[in-house]
């Protein structure tokens, strides 16, 4: 067989394999990261507030279903209404926040706090860092960054839409509700979610910031649907060291 013909062989195998291959769909993506969040919600109760309250409040999590049936997401959502209740009634707000703070199961773009980061470390400056966050259009049209905004020694960072161009054209709050959450849970619950559930997106925000200056940083929600309000709001406190930067 000439060279000629092996090349091409090879060729038309590679692309076999190409057509053949299929990527993990979004489906399968967010059913994996939902049962990772059961996975981190029982450590992150852990580590806070020890074993024997773990159980009380995550009793049962382990046998929650991880189908993406209409029942399986119902009985997910009942779960976790009821978990937050109990977790509620177990301790105090920051204790609450810093529990759901550390159960965000997303990740953020590496490359996108490496990003930033190095435009902090070249302008030297957090205002200036503001204004680029604000110059990105990246989701519909919207900042990736949602909109950051600096008041005293707090960084102020309200969501955008999730689906911006349903937000602009949604008539009824109800709409707007829906085009602007971001949690899928929330959106197709039918019973009323504790707000606490809403703190687990700070620890998104959380991971930006503290790749930005490099050390920890302390996140609280100040606004959510879920509390009443039009708009979901983290706010990070700026570390001492960058306060006159």
């Not at 091409?8 to 059913?31: G, M, V």
């Not at 999590?61 to 779960?79: F, H, L, M, Q």
């Amino acid at each position: 067989m000439s060279s000629e013909s092996t090349s091409y062989r090879k060729k038309k195998e590679q692309s076999n394999i190409s057509d053949n291959y299929s990527a993990p769909s979004h489906r399968l993506l967010t059913k994996v990261c939902k049962m990772k969040w059961f996975q981190k919600f029982a450590d992150s109760l852990m580590q806070h507030l020890g074993d024997a309250t773990r159980e009380i409040i995550a009793q049962g999590w382990e046998n929650v279903p991880s189908g993406s049936g209409k029942r399986a997401k119902e009985e997910r959502t009942e779960w976790i209404r009821s978990a937050l209740e109990r977790l509620d009634a177990s301790c105090d707000e920051k204790t609450r926040n810093q529990i759901m703070v550390d159960t965000c199961p997303h990740s953020y773009p590496k490359t996108r706090i490496n990003k930033m980061r190095a435009e902090f470390e070249r302008l030297g400056n957090l205002d200036e860092l503001l204004k680029i966050m604000w110059e990105d259009t990246s989701w519909g049209g919207g900042s990736f960054y949602d909109y950051p905004v600096r008041k005293g020694d707090m960084i102020n960072i309200t969501k955008v839409p999730y689906n911006p161009k349903a937000y602009k054209s949604a008539i009824t709050d109800e709409e707007k509700r829906l085009a602007y959450c971001h949690c899928g849970l929330v959106k197709r619950s039918k019973e009323k979610i504790s707000p606490t559930f809403c703190c687990c997106s700070g620890g998104w925000v959380k991971q930006l910031w503290e790749g930005i200056f490099q050390q920890s940083v302390e996140v609280a929600m100040t606004e959510s649907l879920l509390k009443g309000d039009t708009r979901c709001t983290h706010s990070v406190r700026i570390p001492a060291d960058f306060l006159k930067i």
